[in-house]
Each structure stands twice: as structure tokens, then as C-alpha cells.
């Protein structure tokens, strides 16, 4: 399919862009946070909340083994993955209070699953579509798990090969996924722009025939709203209610001022996109007569011959158009014509009578 629906909303190709506020681990497990965050993505336009439902024991075991230590040149470096995610952990207690209140807002909400456990939470939830991150698409166990459900599937793409890829896809589609979603993903926190590859959004559409989106996590806007351009039917950005309010993911996550004009950036993205389009349009109209033409620049007398003195192409455009003045220099005017006057044939003795 060339769209996907999640909550009546279609998705895709020719539908206005789905923006995701993630909450991810912004919410610093104060759901009265998580409850402002949610309230704050709707009042700045996103389309959609997203979650995260895993604990630190779904997502790996507790070790200090080094291999179990982030380090890089991450946010994280130091911790340990079970540390991490002990601390970027959502109660699912709070997961169905969030949804509901969500519901009454009128902003979708939906999550990444990890694991069997965090599935069939999620649909005792009911939420309205899955997403798989870029860590989890090699879970191929995952992904037909999650497309079992028949429900829409957002799979980000970071660190994949197209190979990759094609397998998760490919999985998906034979456990019944109908309604798939890409997301081009560069996994680095924060990625530096240069290594988005945002051109690698209309390839992936056209490798698989489904709409591609983007997961972003550069700082600022300007990444996601020119994604739009190549054709990206979802952004998702990592948002927090302050940046000053530390936590897991803050220094990467946008605040809602930055949201709002993400959104409003994009709508006039949206707009300017347009279609493929020659000629007058309806707001060239008032401009159309500023256009250049011929005009007499100089006081002409009956019988005096056109010249580049005395006729030239200026603006506005109320004289004959530019692509005749070859032909009138060296001819003869049919009457006196005062200087600022639009040159017509029948200012021109030769197409007088024909005039």
C-alpha cells in the first residue's frame, strides 16, 4: 500500500505529514510530566504522542560486563544498557491512564514494543498502530509478532543495509503486515546533519512501494522540514517540555516552541510543494501586467521610423510583447505617438490596415 490509516488519518503519499512528539524518556517517570508533555505535543499541532514500552529486564540483562557498558561518545557513556533503561522506564500502569487521556485531547498515541510481554500489553491498550525502532528491526521474531496484530507498522531504519531491510519488510509482509511504514533513521544521539542521507527517503519509496518517513534526532527543525521536500510522510522528533530538565534523552529532544514551528514550517512546506505547475497562477494575477513589453520611450512623429532610441522593453506589460521588436525597428510609425505610449500594430504604418 502507498498510505496507511491510524485512526481515520491517512498516511502517505499526497496526505499531510503525521508529526510524532516522542516522549521516549522525557517523561523522568513523574507522569504528571508525562500527562504535560502529552498536552503540551497537542497544543503545538503533533499529530500524534509516541511511547516506549519495555522494562530494563525486557531490553537486556543486568551485567557489568564491558560489552554491557555504552561508550562511544554517547549521552550515556559510563552507564550500563541496564542502567539506561532503568531509568528511561515508563510504568505500564501509566500506559492505558496516558491513552485515555490522549483519546479525550484528540492526539493518537501509540508505542515501540520490544518483546511478547510489551505486545500484548499494547493490545489490551488498544493502541492504534506499533513502531519498531532501529535497534529492534533485526528482531524478526518481533516484527511478526507485531504484524500479527493487523495493526499499522512504523519501522525506523537506522544502521540497516537496504539487505537488512528488505528482510524485515519482507518478514512483516508475510505475517500479514498490510500497512508498513520506513523511517529513514540516522542512530547517533544527536546525529550531526551530514550524516542524515535525507536522499535516501524517495529511494526507499521507491525500493518498496510503501511511504517513508523520517525519525530525526539532529537538533533543530531544519533536517526534519526538509525531509518533507523529498517526500517524507511522518517526522518524528524526541520532545521534551525543557531541555534544562535533565534526563536520558533531553539534549537531543525539541521543546514545544520548537515544535510549534516545526509544525507550522512544514504545513507551509506542504503548501509550497504543490503540484507540477506552468503559467499564470492565481496569486500572479496582480503581477502579470508589471511584465515587460514594447513602449515608445521617446516622442515619435507620423512616418518616423522605429528605433532602439526611441522604443525599448521596459515594464509594465500593456505594449506588444518583447519577441517583436526585431521586426518593428526599421519600419515607420502610422501617426504621432507621445513618449510612455504601449506600442500596438496599429501604431505600426506596415500592419496598420491589418490592425
Known sequence: MTFIEINGRYIGPGYPVYIVAEMSANHNQDFDRAVAIIRAAKDSGADAIKLQTFSADTHTIKSEKRCFRIEGGTPWDGSTLYDLYREAYMPWDWQPKLKEIADNLGIDLFSSAVDSTSVEFLEMVDIPAYKIGSFEIVDL???REVARTGKPLIMATGMCSLSE????????????AEQIVLLKCTSSYPSLPEDINLRTIPHLAE???IPVGLSDHT???S???ASVVLGACIIEKHFTLSRSDKGPDST???EPQELKALVKEVRTVEKALGGVHYGLSKSEARSHVFRRSLFV???VGKGQTFTSKNVRSIRPGNGLHPRYLEEILGHCAS???ERGTPLSWNLVAEWEAVE
Open 335 to 337: 501617426q504621432d505617438i
Open 297 to 299: 520611450v521617446k516622442n
Open 252 to 254: 537531543f529532544s525539541i
Open 223 to 225: 533536517v526534519p522540514v
Open 219 to 221: 537538533n533543530g527543525i
Open 141 to 143: 521474531g518481533l516484527i
Open 207 to 209: 525500493a518498496f512501494q
Open 165 to 176: 531491510i528488505e528482510e524485515a519488510v519482507q518478514t512483516a509482509r508475510d505475517a500479514g
